[in-house]
């Protein structure tokens, strides 16, 4: 099995069902986890120098963060209904709880932090939507904690790649430090597929091959992007749903297209005079 992709496993006593941290990813920055609750269960969470996004990939809860109380936080029934998401900025060193009503299945998405700012909710209105790329190239975006929103060091962003689209496409990097064209960022992909059955594909690789794998990626599987460029293939027949964590030095996104495959977004030439 890669050492890329890492499965859930059955939920702990406290819901975790997947954990990446950065000691065991082999990185510097995020952290990631999946927690999957039953109506009345909490969860407690909370570092110091860490700070945290809660996503509620689906169901609702209380979350409790520093003082502060958000109620009946999320609702959507799955993360293929056409809904934002519930959400939660939690600065480092704040302890906070998320208390669920009914199912829940949330991700904890962590980063190196200053413990600067109040935890707050994300708001629906904030967290921005685009559809990307066309034709078997469209996928569709939810910012939901983009460079435009304060943070210290998270980037948190949700895609639906309908069933036989590609995403992350052409193949793009963010593995360099190049001021103005590219910034070094980790990442991690968290797959869901629907119908659950089904599958789909990931490559990530860098130019001159020193990584290189192909991943079968399954419903729930966790993909570590540490470096190189990393495409995704929706199966024919299944919708595909990530949920990418960054964070690097710099908190920006400025990524690299795979020069062998950017004539794909290149504009037509111009017809000649």
Not at 27 to 32: E, K, L, M, T
Not at 240 to 260: I, Q, S, T
Request: charged residues 20%; aromatic residues 8%.
């Amino acid at each position: 099995m890669s050492r890329l992709r890492i499965r859930p496993r059955t939920p702990a006593a406290d819901g975790t069902v997947l954990s990446v941290t950065p000691e065991s990813a082999g990185w510097s920055h995020v952290g990631f986890k999946v927690v999957k609750l039953a109506d009345g269960q909490r969860h407690d969470g909370g570092d110091a120098g860490r700070e945290a996004c809660l996503v509620l990939v689906s169901g609702s809860a209380d979350i409790l963060a520093g003082g502060e109380r958000f109620d009946d936080v999320g609702g959507r029934v799955s993360p293929f209904e056409d809904r934002a998401p519930g959400a939660a900025y939690v600065p480092a060193g704040v302890q906070w709880s998320v208390l669920a009503r009914g199912d829940v299945e949330l991700a904890v998405c962590t980063a190196p932090g200053t413990g600067q700012g109040a935890p707050r909710l994300i708001a629906e209105a904030d967290m921005s939507r685009e559809v990307r790329g066309s034709g078997t190239n469209t996928r569709h975006v939810r910012n939901i904690l983009p460079e435009t929103q304060p943070a210290d060091a998270l980037l948190v962003v949700e895609v639906v790649t309908p069933a036989g689209h590609w995403s992350s496409y052409p193949p793009h990097k963010h593995d360099a430090a190049m001021p103005g064209e590219e910034t070094v960022l980790e990442e991690t992909y968290y797959h869901r597929v629907s119908p659950p059955q089904g599958f789909a594909f990931q490559r990530v690789y860098s130019a001159d091959r020193s990584l290189d794998e192909a991943i079968a990626v399954e419903d729930g599987d966790v993909v570590l992007v540490p470096r190189g460029y990393h495409p995704v293939g929706a199966a024919h027949g299944y919708d595909l749903y990530y949920l990418n964590v960054m964070a690097g030095p710099e908190r920006r996104w400025l990524f690299r297209n795979d020069p062998d495959h950017a004539w794909i977004v290149a504009p037509p030439p111009s017809p000649e005079a």
